[in-house]
């Protein structure tokens, strides 16, 4: 069951466009979204949280389009960026605090075991921590109210090579727990670790909306790994 | 007390906001533009503004379970908290120099403008000048800060001047009244003042929601 969709979504910038851009998310699976920097990984994502207003195109989650249930879609779904700090003068537990009480579905035991997992402490504030520290607490706010759709740019930017082994370990976890995530990134060995399926941007335009090893067959040359064949991919373009 | 407005206590706003506050007391400042107590109020306001844009708080906000409009609102929610607590503040000490304080040597040779219920309604014109020019101007971009502040400025100091200036001219001399002296008059401009409050206030709020609606962020 598609439980997102993106049809014939199209953005204009005076210098970059996004065309025609359509793509849909199944149900319990998770999706490497991939593509160059600058190809329109972060606008079409933007365009999935109604940040930017698109020109044209529909957007729809749970059979519902976003424009006019921007709310309840957003109870529903979790967002996390690698890149951005919130409030970094404010502990963590102020920041939360707030937080919790815009979600009707905030479950505080699962908030507490990813601060444990995570190894956060909750005296601590954005600004005290390193880069990959600050892409879990983000990550943390998208997973303590029960999201059943994850949004994730760039989650594993910064992160060492632990930290980003335990993330791909838990987006299996979550995908076992029939979460759907979505997940932007230019690190192709995170796609091989744990992605189903492959939406690959170039230029504001999709090239390719499918399973990885469609993909891979479709694309793929014998013994190409994933890297190689998106760098292949990105030369030709 | 809504989410967006709690939000924007805890996480938005600058201790300093709150401190600005007390630039409530100037009212009780002989010999002194005291209409500059509310401009300070506001002052408070815009830093909070200033650190919530670097802590990347709109966006925050707007990725949170709420409709855009929510976001406009708790913005506006938290100056009109501020500006209506500076102005009870004010109004309490108003009082006081109307009447207990109303026998003192420094009010009586007071030459700048008396506090008394016309102030009260200029301070809550300055507040709504506030609200339209600079909170409203601020959501045309949700980060652009610098020149709706100066606008409000220049505005905020034209009204503050044509205050203390007004009540000098021939048959205007009510509009500094001393004490309760005049004080149907009295009541009458503060009242006028709240309503350009909630107009200036209630219609930017509508614009800056349209504003906010079509920008991206």
């Given at each position: 069951m598609n439980i997102v969709e993106l049809k014939d979504v199209c953005k204009s910038y005076p210098a970059f466009s996004l065309k025609n851009v359509s793509f849909s998310l199944e149900s319990g699976r998770i999706t490497g979204f991939i593509g160059r920097n600058g190809a329109g990984k972060t606008t079409t994502i933007k365009s999935m949280l109604n940040l930017i207003h698109t020109d044209s195109g529909e957007i729809s989650y749970f059979g519902m389009p976003l424009a006019g249930n921007e709310t309840e879609i957003k109870q529903r779904i979790g967002y996390s960026t690698g890149t951005v700090s919130w409030y970094p003068r404010k502990t963590i537990r102020e920041i939360i605090s707030v937080t919790k009480?815009?979600?009707?579905?905030?479950d505080e035991d699962a908030y507490r075991r990813y601060m444990e997992l995570f190894a956060l402490d909750e005296g601590k504030k954005p600004i005290e921590l390193s880069e990959g520290m600050k892409v879990k607490f983000n990550l943390l706010l998208a997973l303590s109210h029960r999201a059943e759709v994850l949004i994730l740019d760039e989650?594993?930017?910064?992160?060492?090579p632990f930290s980003r082994d335990e993330l791909l370990e838990l987006f299996k976890t979550l995908r076992g727990h029939g979460a759907t995530i979505l997940f932007s990134t230019h690190i192709t060995s995170d796609l091989e670790r744990c992605a189903d399926d492959i939406v690959y941007i170039s230029s504001g335009q999709i090239r390719a909306a499918c399973s990885r090893e469609d993909f891979m067959r479709r694309f793929g040359r014998p013994d190409e790994t994933l890297e190689e064949l998106f760098l292949r991919l990105e030369r030709e373009a | 007390m809504g989410s967006m407005l709690k939000k924007e206590m805890r996480l938005?706003?600058?201790?300093l906001t709150y401190l600005f506050i007390g630039f409530a007391f100037m009212t009780l400042l002989p010999g002194y533009p005291i209409l500059c107590g509310a401009f300070f109020i506001t002052l408070g306001i815009f830093q909070s503004f200033q650190s919530a844009r670097e802590a990347n708080d709109v966006t925050f906000s707007a990725l949170l379970p709420v409709a855009k409009r929510d976001v406009v609102k708790g913005k506006y929610q938290f100056a009109a908290f501020i500006e209506l607590c500076g102005f009870a503040l004010m109004a309490v000490l108003t009082a006081l120099r109307m009447t207990s304080l109303a026998d003192s040597p420094v009010y009586r040779s007071n030459t700048l403008m008396n506090a008394n219920p016309f102030f009260l309604g200029m301070a809550l014109v300055i507040f709504g000048l506030f609200n339209a020019i600079f909170v409203g101007g601020f959501f045309r971009t949700a980060y652009k800060l610098g020149g709706n502040f100066i606008a409000y400025t220049v505005a905020a100091f034209i009204a503050i001047g044509a205050a203390e200036a007004m009540h000098h001219f021939p048959g205007l001399g009510a509009l500094n009244a001393f004490g309760l002296d005049h004080l149907g008059l009295q009541i009458g401009l503060l009242l006028g003042g709240a309503a350009i409050y909630a107009a200036l206030t209630i219609l930017s709020y509508n614009k800056a929601c349209r504003d906010f609606d079509r920008i991206d962020l």
């Open positions: 009480s815009f979600y009707r579905s905030w989650p594993t930017s910064g992160l060492d | 938005s706003a600058l201790l």
